[in-house]
T-cell receptor, first 112, second 113 residues
Framework: QKEVEQDPGPLSVPEGAIVSLNCTYS??????FMWYRQYSRKGPELLMY????GNKEDGRFTAQVDKSSKYISLFIRDSQPSDSATYLC????????????FGGGTRLMVKP | GAGVSQSPSNKVTEKGKDVELRCDPI?????LYWYRQSLGQGLEFLIY????????KSGLPSDRFSAERTGGSVSTLTIQRTQQEDSAVYLC???????????FGPGTRLLVL
């Protein structure tokens, strides 16, 4: 069993839809949780970063962490075709820097 | 300003050959990371450099893999006697310190025939 599980998709939604992306994990020591967006043939870029449980909102993006269930989510409101990318969750025990453990990524396609 | 750059963008090699992949981190960033991303897989940590400290090599999959960082800046990942299973995208990232956001380069796509 992988330490971090993520449905690979692809997830196809119409423009304007609310998108829900999720990861589950097994290591209860993870405290820092991140979502990265990766466009085709590009490196990942950090979208959201949260510490411990709770919600964090940034524009159309909301990250949720439920440590009791070992489950994290990324919600995208009013999805746009430009949101089409692979979304990777990542987490670490000590801080947002080194020793990140990544999920396999979910490919999202937003159709106009 | 300039981001993390990697070269070459693509590399095709024959099984058994050695390859060198280069990473130029963001100027002033003290931490540098190498990851491997196989098709449909997440990023697999390979090695981590922080300043002048000894690198964390715990993610290197075999002794065919090595990396160095010269002058605290440019890094080279070397794969000796390449195997077909080494085919992947090799990503480099840098950060201002060990506890900060990692900025990724575009990756080098390696294909071993």
């Amino acid at each position: 069993q992988k330490e971090v599980e993520q449905d690979p998709g692809p997830l196809s939604v119409p423009e304007g839809a609310i998108v829900s992306l999720n990861c589950t994990y097994s290591n209860s020591a993870f405290q820092y949780f991140m979502w990265y967006r990766q466009y085709s043939r590009k490196g990942p870029e950090l979208l959201m970063y949260t510490y411990s449980s709770g919600n964090k909102e940034d524009g159309r993006f909301t990250a949720q962490v439920d440590k009791s269930s070992k489950y994290i989510s990324l919600f995208i409101r009013d999805s746009q075709p430009s949101d089409s990318a692979t979304y990777l969750c990542a987490m670490s025990e000590n801080n947002a820097g080194n020793m990140l453990t990544f999920g396999g990524g979910t490919r999202l396609m937003v159709k106009p | 300003g300039a981001g993390v750059s990697q070269s070459p963008s693509n590399k095709v090699t024959e099984k058994g050959k050695d390859v060198e992949l280069r990473c130029d981190p963001i100027s002033g960033h003290t931490a540098l990371y190498w990851y491997r991303q196989s098709l449909g897989q997440g990023l697999e940590f390979l090695i981590y450099f922080q300043g002048n400290s000894a690198p964390d090599k715990s993610g290197l999959p075999s002794d065919r893999f090595s990396a160095e960082r010269t002058g605290g800046s440019v890094s080279t990942l070397t794969i000796q006697r390449t195997q077909q299973e080494d085919s992947a995208v090799y990503l480099c990232a840098s950060s201002p310190g060990s506890q900060e956001t990692q900025y990724f380069g575009p990756g080098t796509r390696l294909l071993v025939l």
